[in-house]
């Protein structure tokens, strides 16, 4: 029977970047999607900026356009119709926000911005990607069935010759839509508001639109006595041959003459000549699962939360977050770095996200007419906080208690446990970069005090885990070497320097850094050193070396920053103080002054929160 570490089910947005996100932790994976390829309607159109920081991470930065800095959100304004009556006002994203406030945030808290891309543009690039990473993608097939043991998931896969064939998987993520197969077999229910309404959306391409492009607004609330619907441009096209998408509440059956007749209506201009793309009927529902795992198997997306279109871009958004949020935990169980238990914190901060969330959509004007008497209590919530400060409570945080807000702005959080690591510029080999640079390879302490890199790497040792001490008041005087595939090709003296490098050496090469000729052969590679150690060195050795360092940057040690007062005041320590840093991004612990016992400290908090499979060892 053929095997794998982890199955996909589902190759739309959130299966995809499942499937990027765990290769690039080096993570055997099979992604299977019923369709033959991306559905010819754009659907999705709009990707926040913590979204793009992910990509970015993951290595798509430079392959996703984003939107330029200042531009802000895609402006939304009321009209009679295209060609009729335009309101002087915008839409406010926010409700009481000041039109430029968003745009002066773009580059406050990120070195991202989103990105206008639609999802039929975008999945191609993911599934690229993951098909570059390793991912064995094969579309056309079918989950015909499954079942799971206590040992991982069986699952029964069908092409589109009707050929089945078994395959044995770990884990099972199902992304498989709002209607979820893989989530009815399981027995697990939903709540939530519910359908509100069915759509029909016409896709559609006409030159003569483009006039109305120029102030820059793209989309539009149509407002008729008895018509209402929403507009939108794809500006992904050159001028001219932008596709545009209509949304109207509707259900009914219609031949090619009503859909040109509806489309006309909105653009107030029926003599117009335009070619409709694709048509297609969607519900609008808010339904969130009552769990987001059973056993082996993870939801994510839709098959999660589906939650209806908002200004807040909560749908695909939300479920890209599962999937990075679900990544690095199955990566380090795989590995035997964690145990099991770390996957129990996904249903743990993920579903109170979906929530929160599926809240704000019915607090907010958009859907306020579907909202329920206790959704108009809601308070609104900034939608900067929205995005880039949620916070998560799990038995991987520490600190971040009941008490707290569900999300705040990053400048409020300073450094909250719980919260994503805030941006602030810092100086790397003379060049500025973000702290976010320094992120989301593995487990990272910052910090601005040096008497912390001796506890971190004993600890590194002690717990058998990866963790980079990162020295932000390096100077960024850190030198850059040419990028290397695996750590038994980079010099030994530099792995003896870095602390998590010298810590494995001394565990699995102790007679390496002991060695008498160590002065003579240090500038040589592990790999180079082989064949002259005289049976010293073996190749399973040099295997555990390569695993415990894989991913490891032996150049990220140290950093300056471009302002000394900002990294303390926004990561909320003093200067001998300490943040540790998830592989996702998060801050899992910190310590505002060095403490009394910091081996310890950082021992205890680290097993903790990372579901170590080792137990502390003792100080040697």
């Given at each position: 029977?053929?095997?794998?570490?982890?199955?996909?089910?589902?190759?739309?947005?959130?299966?995809l970047?499942a499937?990027?996100?765990?290769?690039?932790?080096?993570?055997?994976?099979?992604l299977?999607?019923?369709?033959?390829?991306?559905?010819?309607?754009?659907?999705?159109?709009?990707?926040?900026?913590?979204?793009?920081?992910l990509?970015r991470?993951?290595?798509?930065g430079?392959?996703?356009?984003?939107?330029?800095?200042?531009?802000?959100r895609?402006?939304?304004?009321?009209?009679?119709?295209?060609a009729?009556?335009w309101s002087?006002?915008?839409v406010?994203?926010?409700p009481?926000?000041?039109?430029?406030?968003?745009v002066?945030?773009?580059?406050?808290?990120?070195?991202?911005?989103?990105?206008?891309i639609?999802?039929?543009?975008?999945?191609?690039?993911?599934?690229?990607?993951?098909?570059?990473?390793?991912?064995?993608?094969?579309l056309?097939?079918?989950?015909?069935?499954?079942?799971?043991?206590?040992?991982?998931?069986?699952?029964?896969l069908?092409?589109?010759?009707?050929?089945?064939?078994?395959?044995?998987?770990?884990?099972?993520?199902?992304?498989?839509?709002?209607?979820?197969?893989?989530?009815?077999e399981?027995?697990?229910?939903?709540?939530?508001?519910?359908?509100?309404?069915?759509?029909?959306?016409?896709?559609?391409r006409?030159a003569?639109?483009?006039?109305y492009?120029?102030?820059?607004?793209?989309q539009?609330?149509?407002?008729?006595?008895?018509?209402?619907?929403?507009?939108?441009?794809?500006?992904?096209?050159?001028?001219?041959?932008?596709?545009?998408?209509?949304i109207?509440?509707?259900?009914g059956?219609?031949?090619?003459?009503?859909?040109?007749?509806?489309?006309?209506?909105a653009v107030?201009?029926p003599?117009?000549d335009?070619?409709?793309?694709?048509?297609?009927?969607?519900?609008?529902s808010?339904?969130i699962?009552?769990?987001?795992?059973?056993?082996?198997?993870?939801?994510?997306?839709?098959?999660?939360?589906?939650?209806?279109?908002?200004?807040?871009?909560?749908?695909?958004?939300?479920?890209?977050?599962?999937?990075?949020?679900?990544a690095?935990?199955?990566?380090?169980?795989?590995?035997?770095?964690?145990?099991p238990e770390?996957?129990?914190?996904y249903?743990?901060e993920?579903?109170p996200?979906?929530?929160?969330?599926?809240?704000?959509?019915?607090?907010?004007?958009?859907?306020?007419?579907y909202a329920?008497?206790?959704?108009?209590?809601?308070?609104?919530?900034?939608?900067?906080?929205?995005?880039?400060?949620?916070?998560?409570?799990?038995a991987?945080?520490i600190?971040?208690g009941?008490d707290?807000?569900?999300?705040?702005r990053?400048?409020?959080?300073?450094?909250?446990p719980?919260t994503?690591?805030?941006?602030?510029?810092?100086?790397?080999d003379g060049?500025?970069?973000s702290?976010l640079?320094?992120?989301?390879?593995?487990?990272?302490?910052?910090?601005?005090?040096?008497?912390?890199?001796?506890?971190a790497?004993?600890v590194?040792?002690?717990?058998?885990?990866?963790?980079?001490?990162?020295?932000?008041?390096?100077?960024?005087?850190?030198?850059l070497?040419?990028?290397?595939?695996?750590?038994l090709?980079?010099?030994?003296?530099?792995?003896?320097?870095?602390?998590?490098?010298?810590?494995?050496?001394?565990?699995?090469?102790?007679?390496?850094?002991?060695?008498s000729?160590?002065?003579?052969?240090?500038?040589?590679?592990?790999?180079?050193?082989?064949?002259?150690?005289?049976?010293?060195?073996?190749?399973?050795?040099?295997?555990?070396?390569?695993r415990?360092?894989?991913?490891?940057?032996?150049a990220?040690?140290?950093?300056?920053?471009?302002?000394?007062?900002?990294?303390?005041?926004?990561?909320g320590?003093?200067?001998?103080g300490?943040?540790?840093?998830r592989p996702?991004?998060?801050?899992?612990?910190?310590?505002?002054?060095?403490?009394?016992?910091?081996e310890?400290?950082?021992?205890?908090?680290?097993?903790?929160?990372?579901?170590?499979?080792a137990?502390i060892?003792?100080?040697?």
């Amino acid at each position: 029977m053929e095997k794998t570490s982890v199955l996909m089910v589902g190759g739309g947005l959130v299966g995809l970047s499942a499937a990027v996100f765990l290769a690039t932790r080096g993570v055997p994976a099979v992604l299977v999607e019923r369709h033959p390829a991306s559905s010819p309607l754009p659907r999705a159109m709009g990707f926040t900026t913590r979204t793009m920081e992910l990509y970015r991470a993951a290595g798509l930065g430079d392959a996703i356009p984003q939107v330029p800095p200042g531009l802000g959100r895609p402006r939304r304004i009321k009209v009679e119709s295209l060609a009729g009556k335009w309101s002087s006002e915008d839409v406010a994203w926010t409700p009481g926000e000041a039109p430029d406030q968003q745009v002066k945030d773009d580059t406050h808290f990120s070195i991202c911005t989103g990105a206008a891309i639609a999802q039929d543009r975008l999945e191609p690039i993911l599934r690229a990607h993951a098909i570059k990473l390793g991912v064995d993608v094969r579309l056309s097939t079918e989950l015909t069935a499954f079942e799971q043991d206590h040992r991982g998931v069986t699952a029964m896969l069908r092409d589109s010759q009707r050929r089945e064939d078994s395959l044995r998987a770990d884990y099972l993520i199902a992304a498989d839509g709002h209607a979820s197969p893989v989530r009815e077999e399981l027995g697990i229910g939903r709540s939530g508001r519910g359908m509100t309404r069915t759509v029909r959306s016409i896709l559609f391409r006409a030159a003569a639109l483009d006039g109305y492009l120029k102030p820059g607004i793209s989309q539009f609330e149509i407002d008729q006595p008895d018509f209402e619907a929403m507009l939108t441009v794809y500006r992904d096209a050159s001028p001219g041959q932008e596709r545009w998408l209509l949304i109207v509440a509707d259900d009914g059956d219609h031949d090619e003459a009503g859909l040109r007749a509806m489309v006309q209506r909105a653009v107030g201009r029926p003599e117009m000549d335009f070619e409709i793309i694709a048509t297609g009927l969607w519900q609008l529902s808010a339904l969130i699962a009552d769990r987001f795992a059973g056993g082996r198997i993870f939801l994510a997306g839709d098959a999660a939360h589906t939650l209806p279109p908002a200004r807040g871009g909560y749908g695909a958004n939300t479920g890209i977050e599962d999937a990075h949020n679900l990544a690095w935990k199955l990566a380090a169980v795989l590995a035997g770095r964690s145990r099991p238990e770390l996957l129990d914190s996904y249903d743990a901060e993920r579903r109170p996200i979906a929530w929160l969330r599926h809240d704000q959509i019915f607090a907010r004007p958009d859907y306020a007419r579907y909202a329920r008497p206790g959704d108009k209590d809601v308070p609104i919530i900034d939608d900067v906080a929205m995005e880039l400060g949620q916070i998560y409570r799990s038995a991987a945080v520490i600190d971040a208690g009941p008490d707290l807000p569900p999300a705040l702005r990053p400048d409020l959080w300073t450094g909250q446990p719980g919260t994503r690591a805030p941006h602030v510029w810092v100086g790397r080999d003379g060049v500025r970069c973000s702290t976010l640079d320094l992120l989301q390879r593995d487990w990272v302490l910052l910090t601005k005090n040096a008497r912390w890199r001796e506890p971190a790497a004993a600890v590194g040792a002690r717990l058998a885990l990866k963790l980079d001490c990162v020295l932000i008041d390096g100077g960024g005087k850190a030198a850059l070497p040419p990028p290397v595939t695996s750590p038994l090709d980079v010099p030994i003296e530099r792995i003896a320097g870095h602390p998590a490098g010298k810590a494995v050496l001394d565990i699995r090469l102790p007679q390496v850094m002991t060695h008498s000729g160590y002065e003579t052969f240090k500038s040589l590679s592990l790999r180079q050193l082989l064949p002259l150690s005289q049976g010293q060195l073996s190749e399973d050795a040099l295997a555990w070396v390569a695993r415990d360092l894989a991913g490891t940057d032996f150049a990220l040690t140290s950093a300056g920053p471009v302002d000394a007062q900002a990294f303390g005041d926004a990561f909320g320590i003093g200067s001998s103080g300490a943040s540790l840093v998830r592989p996702d991004g998060y801050i899992a612990w910190r310590v505002k002054e060095f403490p009394a016992e910091p081996e310890e400290a950082l021992a205890q908090a680290l097993h903790t929160v990372a579901f170590c499979s080792a137990e502390i060892q003792a100080v040697r």
